[in-house]
Each structure stands twice: as C-alpha cells, then as structure tokens.
Nanobody
Framework: QVQLVESGGGSVQPGGSLRLSCEASTTVFGVMSWYRQAPGKQRELVADITTGGTTGYADSVKGRFAISRHNTKNMIYLHMSDLEPEDSAVYYC?????????WGRGTQVADTS
C-alpha cells in the first residue's frame, strides 16, 4: 500500500510564500495532485501533475501556485506565493494507485492576519 506524507505547512501572513512537499513511499505512476479543504467547505482540487510534467491548476491559484514533481525521489511539491486568507486550509496529497485513491493525512496552512 502506497503511503503519502505531506510536510511544509505553517502559519503565514497574506502575501507570503510556502512550499509544501509530499513524499510517496514508493514510485507512483500517473497523476498526482494537491487538494485542500477549509473548515465547513468541500475538499477541492488545487493542482495536479502527470508523470511527464503536464500541470493543471484551479482558477483561484493560477499564477500564484506552482506544482512540481521529482519522479526519482517520489516527491511532489506545491510552491505557493502571494498567499491570501482564502488559501488557509488543510492541504492533502493525492494519487491513484491501481485505480484506488490514496490520500495523505494533510498539512495545515494557516493565515496569521
């Protein structure tokens, strides 16, 4: 069973930056994604990336967030800049393995304003 472990969350002021990391316990082929869930809201897709490096973003983060992937290290990253209060949420790493969804436990990003 593949395990995903997120790290890099924290408290940040509006306009600040953070980099989230997700490490997979083994090689993952296919799309890997970052989702987020704020209190009282549904979990939403933030960004995804294929094995080949093709990326996609939610409209709300385009131009501010960048997803990247290091296949040999089994890692994906989410570079977040110009953070807004609305970006405060728990951020989850996601992959599909054998057609089954796999989720990490999440890492909290909080707004200090």
């Amino acid at each position: 069973q593949v395990q995903l472990v997120e790290s890099g969350g924290g408290s940040v002021q509006p306009g600040g930056s953070l980099r989230l990391s997700c490490e997979a316990s083994t090689t993952v082929f296919g799309v890997m994604s970052w989702y987020r869930q704020a209190p009282g809201k549904q979990r939403e897709l933030v960004a995804d990336i294929t094995t080949g490096g093709t990326t996609g973003y939610a409209d709300s983060v385009k131009g501010r967030f960048a997803i990247s992937r290091h296949n040999t290290k089994n890692m994906i990253y989410l570079h977040m800049s110009d953070l807004e209060p609305e970006d405060s949420a728990v951020y989850y790493c996601h992959a599909k393995v054998g057609g089954m969804p796999v989720w990490g436990r999440g890492t909290q990003v909080a707004d200090t304003s």
